[in-house]
């Protein structure tokens, strides 16, 4: 009796996780560049009360194991990195990738991050920067003088410093993958950063090697889907509701056992 509430325990601590995964990916529905992230589980060791080749009363062996299972935990949470919808900003230095790879960022203590969210801005000595001010790496610098900025699809970046001259080449920007982005570690910010895990970081022109292309004036949108995830909210509650249901099943049972004269 005991082992199902401690089962049925496990199971409310495991649909809580997940609530709130969910509610985490619905509050960054509208977060630029943000991926969804899924809670993945996995099955506790079962009681084994008595194996399959233990003899039964007949003289025989039983041919299957007597087992119970003792709940479920967290194995870990997935990141889905599937392509987000491409939203129209019309900013020359907002940029999109269309495919895979990261943009690399210098953070503030020198260590390097990774994101998909391409809002960049002209800082005041016309280093291309994120929102947060992580300088983009390889570094791009922006004339003072320039009027006008293009972006080409393999990265490249042009600068227009005069009215009817000729763009010129200021720098190019490379995209980063990793033998397994799912190893990434999320620290906010729109930033992820390596681990173990991930493997060593590649780096290649865009449209080259695997990776997306570049698209100006884009930014891309979250991969959320706001039904699927209260689809996904409304089982969960559920799934937490029956747990609950098991947990007070087994108290009445108890109360019954204790009484009994």
Do not use: W
Not at 112 to 126: K, L, M, Q, V, W
Request: include cysteine.
């Amino acid at each position: 009796m005991l082992r199902s509430l401690y089962t049925a325990a496990t199971g409310m601590e495991a649909q809580q996780l997940k609530m709130d995964v969910i509610s985490n990916n619905l509050a960054n529905t509208n977060t630029t560049g943000f991926k969804r992230v899924r809670a993945e589980f996995e099955d506790l060791l079962s009681e084994t009360i008595r194996g399959g080749e233990a003899p039964d009363p007949r003289g025989g062996t039983n041919p299957t194991p007597l087992q119970c299972g003792l709940g479920v935990r967290a194995a870990s949470t997935a990141r889905n990195f599937g392509q987000g919808e491409l939203l129209t900003t019309n900013n020359p230095l907002d940029l999109a990738i269309q495919g895979g790879g990261f943009f690399r960022v210098q953070r503030a203590n020198g260590e390097y991050g990774y994101t998909r969210a391409g809002s960049f801005r002209a800082d005041s000595t016309g280093r291309l920067v994120t929102t947060g001010g992580d300088a983009l790496d390889p570094e791009i610098s922006l004339p003072v003088e320039t009027i006008s900025v293009t972006v080409r699809s393999d990265g490249v970046v042009l600068a227009t410093v005069s009215q009817g001259g000729e763009p010129q080449e200021v720098g190019q920007i490379q995209l980063y993958g990793f033998p397994n982005d799912g190893g990434l570690e999320a620290i906010g910010g729109n930033l992820l950063i390596q681990t173990p895990a991930s493997g060593e970081p590649t780096a290649a022109a865009p449209g080259s090697d695997g990776f997306g292309s570049l698209a100006q004036g884009y930014l891309e949108g979250a991969n959320v889907r706001a039904v699927e995830e209260m689809v996904e909210m409304i089982a969960t509650q559920r799934a937490y509701e029956l747990n609950t249901n098991v947990i007070k099943t087994a108290d009445q049972m108890l109360q019954r056992v204790t009484n009994l004269r």
